[in-house]
């Protein structure tokens, strides 16, 4: 991909400021978007349902109890 230009005034985009080439730029798009003078290019209003992201991942984690059920009562105290 060519590099991206600020979508406000056309100049190469900061890495520290992307999508911008500046925070000055920046702030002057969220004006726009506050002011509502953006208007989206045609795009059909509806929802797209993305996936939900599983983030329920254990790298190396030990369980410290077997899968089931320990028993709880019933044992005989003596
Ligand atoms: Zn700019």
Redesign the pocket.
């Known amino acids: 991909m060519a590099a991206a230009r600020?979508?406000?005034?056309?100049?190469p985009?900061a890495p520290a400021a992307r999508p911008?080439?500046?925070r000055?730029?920046a702030e002057?798009d969220l004006g726009r978007w506050l002011t509502g003078q953006y208007v989206l290019p045609g795009s059909p209003v509806g929802e797209a349902d993305d996936p939900a992201p599983d983030g329920a991942e254990v790298p190396d984690g030990t369980v410290p109890f077997p899968a089931g059920r320990r028993l709880d009562r019933g044992s005989g105290m003596g």
């Not at 600020?6 to 100049?11: E, F, L, M, S």
């Open positions: 600020c979508p406000v005034c056309g100049r985009v911008f080439c500046s000055r730029c002057v």
